[in-house]
């Protein structure tokens, strides 16, 4: 089954850091796109960010709000994927979802269930 | 930024009715136009991708239309399990951006 799961969420405080992981399976996540969205509480879906394939060499594009503090990173050998959130602000806090991203079409056709990522002091 | 506007914002209807959301988007997204369900507490599901291509598995009474700016969602005859909120997302210019979601209330 294609599946991706997210992990990694918890409580942090402004100005703190976190790693959320997004691991893979019934595929190979290189041959993919992969996004981050996030969705605040009662609120909408929000982009965070893209890691292109391994054939264009994992490059990463992220929404103004988040640029210079997250970091998508990628490792192979575990099919997963990172999203490194330093500098963490209250309005970071959110549901974090990853999802895949088909290539060609360019569409997020599978998502996780997400991980809460909550910033308060 | 493309920005993206649905209407409306929340809708009423009951089992069997027809209903349209409509998704405009601030350029033109050359049909590059998604629509996902998502139900409270889980993550969203890919309705329509390309603008009017129905996902697989996806019941025939979604379906999606439109081009240039102007989209819309249709489903043909509501079911218990369609009320959910609806959101558009193109994904033809970074930063991909969502519309603001159409909450589909039972009347």
């Known amino acids: 089954e294609v599946q991706l799961v997210e992990s990694g969420g918890g409580l942090v405080h402004p100005g703190g850091s976190l790693r959320l992981s997004c691991a893979a399976s019934?595929?190979?996540?290189?041959?993919?796109?992969v996004d981050w969205v996030r969705q605040a509480a009662g609120k909408g879906l929000e982009w965070v960010g893209r890691?292109?394939?391994?054939?264009?060499?994992?490059?990463?594009e992220y929404a103004a709000s988040v640029k210079g503090r997250f970091t998508i990173s990628r490792d192979d050998s575990k099919n997963s994927l990172y999203l490194q959130m330093n500098s963490l602000k209250t309005e970071d806090t959110a549901v974090y979802y990853c999802?895949?991203?088909?290539?060609?079409?360019?569409?997020?056709?599978?998502w996780g269930k997400g991980t809460t990522v909550i910033v308060s002091s | 930024d493309v920005q993206m506007t649905q209407s409306p914002s929340t809708l009423s209807a009951s089992v069997g009715d027809r209903v349209t959301i409509t998704c405009r988007a601030s350029?033109?997204?050359?049909?590059?136009l998604a629509w996902c369900q998502q139900k409270p507490g889980k993550a969203p599901k890919v309705l329509i991708y390309?603008?009017?291509n129905l996902e697989s598995g996806v019941p025939s009474r979604f379906s999606g239309s439109g081009s240039g700016t102007e989209f819309t969602l249709t489903i043909s005859s509501l079911q218990p399990d369609d009320f959910a909120t609806y959101y558009c997302?193109?994904?033809?210019?970074?930063?991909?951006?969502f519309g603001q979601g159409t909450r589909l209330d039972i009347k």
């Open positions: 999802s895949r991203v088909l290539v060609g079409p360019y569409y997020m056709d599978v």
């Open positions: 019934g595929f190979t996540l290189s041959d993919h796109y």
């Open positions: 890691s292109r394939n391994k054939a264009n060499s994992y490059t990463t």
């Open positions: 350029q033109i997204i050359n049909n590059n």
């Open positions: 390309k603008a009017s």
């Open positions: 997302q193109q994904y033809n210019a970074y930063p991909v951006t």
